[in-house]
């Protein structure tokens, strides 16, 4: 992977930045912001300089809050992908180089997961089980590794045949040691491209749940802190446009990211549904 | 040599059996998950309504709750198979009555969002592919980038507050006005705001698959053939390279006609739309465990048939299109 190559990327540094800024925001809010469940007396005041972001129908701080939630969505959308890059990687380079079993499971799984949308299946889990933020990672991870060991599986097949695998497998090399020394290495673009998408609809994802009233309670979201603004949207449009324009960046700055990385990797941009 | 109609006849044939077994796979694990969930299954099953001890009674009796797992399993499907979706309680009538009552209302946001993001997405495509590299395309890419990240439900919510709540140009929400119903005009007015959001994401998303492929598609020989026959670059757009970039255009508009009842729920749910996304979250919120189990289903025959569509559509777009 050469760095030169993704540092020319014009999305891939922007959405690095952006990125960056969202990672250190959590961590400083862990650190140093005030308490976001504070109440006060100052009820859906306007942003001013006490209250930067202003106040919500509690008389909490917006500001403290967004930042607040920066984490939430992170822990999904880092945690979701790597788990499923993990198995999807794992699961598609046997299914895809050895055949057999795992991948007749792996196709059927991919048909299945394909045919109950993915935001249908964590909806109804949250609204079962209840929706603690790992529980909802660990349901989209289910949900996403499918697809990446898609795509592996295929690649996988078509490195397969090439001249250095055979030349390999001709001198009684085991297939794991193909696997993990010639076929991983090969598949990492795919692999990352894939999850740094992922990475984007886990937060959409989560802040979805969370705007519907199924995400986890205890911890605060952008998406709950969007379907507490709804009922005053005509006298107090600060509590949507604060937390929106922190999720919509972050989910821009994790499709730029992916766009450079598509770019720079030479990985054949795919839509994905 | 097969004759093509006969072997496409055989394709759907094949296509139709995978769908019904997939269908008995969801049905499985949608039950399966139900019986997972904590408290007593019966009253999962129930939903959330307080139900009498004899309505609990009926489903332990007809689902044979006192039986192991996969007898339960066995009597569900045989009530799905016979067509019977369950009673919703919250809703008082059969899941499946509820279902078709609120598809009409879906199937009009839809079918509006579907259209306006195929034109706006093929349109701007196709712009970008033919300016690509230059400023134009730049700028529709970056456009199209944003819109793509944008939550549709933050953005309805914007929508709501500039063109409803300040400038009150159009109803903040619902299908209907409560002093004019059955006008078509008002019907429009209560449409623009939900198709509008909806669709921007799809046209976004239909932007960039349109680009890349018509893109790609201007590179291929045929398209320098046409143009050495002297074909004007317009033409050589719109009749060589477009039809043959329409393929993964219609895979993502069908993909998106099998699951617009999911991604209508976070639109229904800002816009007060009463199609099928309101009726899942509000059977999420009271869980409505019934009603969930068959839209789960609904959903995933939508799925499955928009699969076949597409298919179908292929054939169509490229008669050359081999069936696996």
Known sequence: ?273 | MESPRGSFAVFLVRRLISGVLLLVAVATATFVLISLAPGDTAQVFAGQAGADPEYLELIRERLQLDRPLPYQVGSYLESVAQGDLGFSLIQGRPVRDAIFSRLPASLLLAGAALVLSAFLGITFGVIAAARRGGALDASISVFSLVAYSLPVFWLGQLLVALFAVRLRWLPAGGMRSADDPGGIVDLVRHLVLPATTFSLLLAALLVRVTRTATAEALGEDYVTTARAKGASERRVLLSHALPNALRPVVTVLTGYLGIILTGAVLVETVFVWPGLGRLLYDSVLSRDTPMLAGLLLFSATLVLLANLLADVIYRVLDPKTRFR
Do not use: C
């Not at chain 1, 909490?60 to 969505?73: E, H, K, Q, V």
């Not at chain 1, 057999?100 to 109804?124: Q, W």
């Not at chain 1, 697809?147 to 599986?153: A, C, F, N, Y």
């Open chain 1, 1 to 273: 992977m050469s760095l030169r190559h993704l540092l020319h990327s014009r999305r891939f540094v922007v959405g690095s930045v952006i990125l960056l800024g969202v990672l250190t925001t959590a961590i400083l809010a862990a650190v140093a912001a005030g308490d976001p469940f504070q109440t006060s007396e100052t009820i859906l005041a306007g942003p001013s300089r006490a209250h930067p972001f202003g106040t919500d129908e509690l008389g909490r701080d917006i500001l403290t809050r967004t930042l607040d939630g920066a984490a939430t969505t992170l822990k999904v959308a880092i945690v979701a992908p790597l788990v499923a890059a993990a198995i999807g990687t794992a699961v598609g380079l046997s299914g895809g180089y050895v055949g057999g079993l795992a991948d007749e499971i792996l196709l059927k799984l991919m048909e299945f997961t394909l045919v109950v949308p993915r935001f249908l299946i964590a909806l109804v889990a949250a609204a079962f089980f209840g929706g603690h933020l790992w529980l909802v990672a660990l349901v989209l991870a289910a949900t996403f590794w499918p697809s990446t060991g898609r795509l592996v599986r295929a690649e996988a097949i078509s490195l397969r045949e090439r001249e250095f695998v055979e030349a390999s497998n001709s001198m009684g090399a085991p297939s794991f040691w193909i696997i993990s020394r010639h076929l991983l290495g090969l598949v990492v673009p795919v692999v990352v491209v894939n999850t740094s998408f992922q990475a984007g609809q886990a937060a959409l994802i989560e802040a979805g749940l969370a705007f519907l009233g199924v995400g986890d309670r205890n911890v605060i979201s952008w998406g709950a802190m969007l379907a507490e603004a709804q009922p005053y949207l005509g006298i107090a449009r600060w509590m949507s446009v604060f937390p929106g324009i922190a999720l919509a960046l972050t989910i821009l700055a994790l499709n730029l990211l992916g766009d450079g990385l598509a770019d720079a990797l030479h990985v054949r941009w795919r839509a994905r549904i």
